[in-house]
């Protein structure tokens, strides 16, 4: 079956430790992005990578960082940085068309982070 | 710069009865648009979309929604309500401006009553 799969389904970590999310997909897909959702707010950008090895920061990069060493893969690190880390993270991917289109976005299912 | 809002946080409806969410968009340029739904604790899903071709757009699950460019709404329609349909719902604006990259409402928690 081709999808994105996202793990752990549930994160906790203690305040100050640095975690990392994994996100994988075997969609064959150039682009992938990272969101997080909070209540009432709606999925805000965090990270976004059309291509390996480079990506760009969205809309809430501060305390987060990624990587993407391959195509398949763009594991998402949230750092101690991050004032208020709790919440639901969404990874997804697409075809990029060269920046000239809009492409469906597929949604992994998500990993609860919860900093205690 | 593109944005979008959708006008009800929540929507309440029987089962059996119409469901209306309302989206309404801004973008300097032709515009892609989208309604991905989410059920609780999951990823998203696609509704429909619209890309500048037909303006009444059909998606899954007897949804569909109507574009307007004179009023800049993209409101989601569907005739009867399922209770499979309890979910939350987004509307997502994209334009070159941002190369793309789409930007997503804050959500509408539709809810059906048996």
């Known amino acids: 079956d081709g999808g994105i799969t996202q793990s752990p389904k549930y994160l906790f970590r203690k305040e100050g430790q640095n975690v990392t999310l994994s996100c994988e997909q075997n969609?064959?897909?150039?682009?992938m992005y990272w969101y997080r959702q909070d209540p009432g707010q709606g999925l805000r950008l965090i990270y976004y990578s059309q291509i390996v090895n480079d990506f760009q920061k969205g809309d809430i990069a501060e305390g987060y960082s990624v990587s993407r060493e391959k195509k398949e893969s763009f594991p998402l690190t949230v750092t101690s940085a991050q004032k208020n880390p709790t919440a639901f993270y969404l990874c997804a991917s697409s075809i990029f068309s060269g920046g000239d289109s809009y492409n469906e976005q597929f949604f992994g299912p998500g990993t609860r982070l919860t900093v205690l | 710069a593109q944005s979008v809002t959708q006008l009800d946080s929540h929507v309440s409806v029987s089962e059996g009865t119409p469901v209306l969410l309302r989206c309404n968009y801004s973008s300097s340029y032709s515009p892609s648009l989208f309604w991905y739904v989410q059920h609780p604790n999951k990823g998203l899903q696609l509704l429909l979309k619209?890309?500048?071709?037909?303006?009444l757009v059909k998606g899954i699950n007897g949804f569909e929604a109507e574009f307007k460019k004179s009023e800049t709404s993209f409101h989601l329609t569907k005739p009867s309500a399922h209770m499979s349909d309890a979910a939350e719902y987004f509307c997502v604006v994209s334009d070159r401006r941002r190369s793309y990259i789409p930007t997503f409402g804050r959500g509408t928690s539709l809810i059906v009553h048996p």
């Open positions: 619209y890309t500048s071709a037909a303006t």
């Open positions: 969609l064959n897909h150039d682009a």
